[in-house]
């Protein structure tokens, strides 16, 4: 059973920080690129940050110059620091990564369960 444990979600003011962090777990023989979604109410969910097994990495334009997405030496966490919040990046946010399983050729991507985001006075 593959899990993507995501946490360090909350409820925060404008301009402040938050870290997310997202564990990857179980029959997993490689983690490719690892991603941060999020989906505000009544919006589709969006890409915000990827990172590559090589540390390349691609931002959404919102957030660009404030989140951060890195990964752990075991390249099996990834983490997004979300800096300068605004109540626009209020949403559930994610944790995506392209795995390839025990038994399996197939590269796939899959989900964590997400973690909410609340940016508000």
């Known amino acids: 059973q593959v899990q993507l444990a995501e946490s360090g979600g909350g409820l925060v003011q404008p301009g402040r920080s938050l870290t997310l962090s997202c564990v990857a777990s179980?029959?997993?023989?490689?983690?490719?690129?690892m991603r941060w979604y999020r989906q505000a109410p009544g919006k589709q969910r969006e890409l915000v940050a990827s990172?590559?097994?090589?540390?390349?990495?691609v931002y959404a334009d919102s957030v660009k110059g404030r989140f951060t997405i890195s990964r752990d030496s075991d390249n099996n966490t990834v983490f997004l620091q979300l800096n300068n919040l605004k109540p626009g990046d209020t949403a559930v946010y994610y944790c995506?990564?392209?795995?390839?399983?025990?038994?399996?050729?197939?590269?796939?991507?899959?989900w964590g369960q997400g973690t909410q985001v609340t940016v508000s006075t």
């Open positions: 179980g029959n997993i023989i490689y983690i490719y690129t």
């Open positions: 995506n990564a392209d795995l390839r399983l025990e038994n399996l050729e197939i590269v796939r991507d899959y």
């Open positions: 990172i590559s097994r090589g540390g390349i990495t």
